[in-house]
C-alpha cells in the first residue's frame, strides 16, 4: 500500500460517522500530498482532452460530508471516472480535508481522476472566504501557501469526447 492510499483511508474514515469529524493529517502528510499533486497537475496539459463516460461534480466548497455521500452515491476512484470543476474550499469547515482527499485521488488515479481550477483556488478569493484561516488555524500559513502553488498548476478546461467543453463558471 502506498503512503497516498494510507492517506485516503485516513480521510475515508470518518465515513459511517453521521457527525462532523475533523481528520488528523500530520502537515508532514498533507504537505506530502500538494507536493506529489503538483507534479501529477505539471506532467498534464492546461486544457484536458477526455473520454466519456465521465462524472462531472460542481463546486463542493469544503462540505466534506457532502464529498463522502457523492462518492458514494456514484462510485469512487478508480471504479468512476470524475472531473471536479473547481471550487473545493471556503465557506464549508472541512475544505482541508475535502481538497486532500481529491488530491490524494488525483495522485492515484492521474489518467481517470480531473480536478480543475475554480475562482477560489486563487489566493485573493481563498484568503478572505475562509481556506486561509483555516489553514492557520490548523497548521500553518506555510500551509496555506503551498496549497496555492498546487492551484496555481491546475487545468483550467476539458474537452470529453470533442464535444462537450466544461471550466468552472466563477
Known amino acids: ?8 483511508e485516513k480521510l475515508l474514515i470518518t465515513k459511517s460517522s453521521r457527525q ?13 500530498v500538494i507536493q506529489k499533486a ?11 482532452e477526455l473520454e466519456a463516460p465521465i462524472k462531472l461534480c460542481g463546486d463542493i466548497h469544503g462540505q466534506y460530508t457532502d464529498l463522502l455521500r ?3 452515491t456514484c462510485g469512487a476512484p478508480p471504479h468512476v471516472n470524475y472531473v471536479f470543476l473547481g471550487d473545493y474550499v471556503d465557506r464549508g469547515k472541512q475544505g482541508i480535508e475535502t481538497v486532500c482527499l481529491l488530491l490524494a485521488y488525483k495522485i492515484q488515479y492521474p489518467s481517470s481522476f ?7 483556488e486563487c489566493s485573493a478569493i481563498n484568503r478572505i472566504y475562509g481556506f486561509y484561516d483555516e489553514c492557520k ?8 501557501k503551498m496549497f496555492t502553488e498546487v492551484f496555481n498548476c491546475m487545468p483550467v478546461a476539458a474537452i470529453i469526447s470533442e464535444r ?7
Open 70 to 72: 457523492l462518492l458514494d
Open 20 to 32: 462532523k469529524v475533523l481528520v488528523t493529517l500530520s502537515e508532514n502528510e498533507v504537505k506530502q
Open 164 to 170: 462537450v467543453f466544461v471550466c468552472h463558471g466563477g
Open 38 to 48: 503538483r507534479e501529477v497537475f505539471m506532467s498534464q496539459p492546461s486544457l484536458l
Open 137 to 144: 488555524r490548523r497548521y500553518s500559513i506555510k500551509l496555506w
Open 1 to 8: 500500500m502506498t503512503m497516498y492510499n494510507s492517506i485516503i
Open 114 to 120: 480531473f480536478m480543475l481550477r475554480g475562482n477560489h
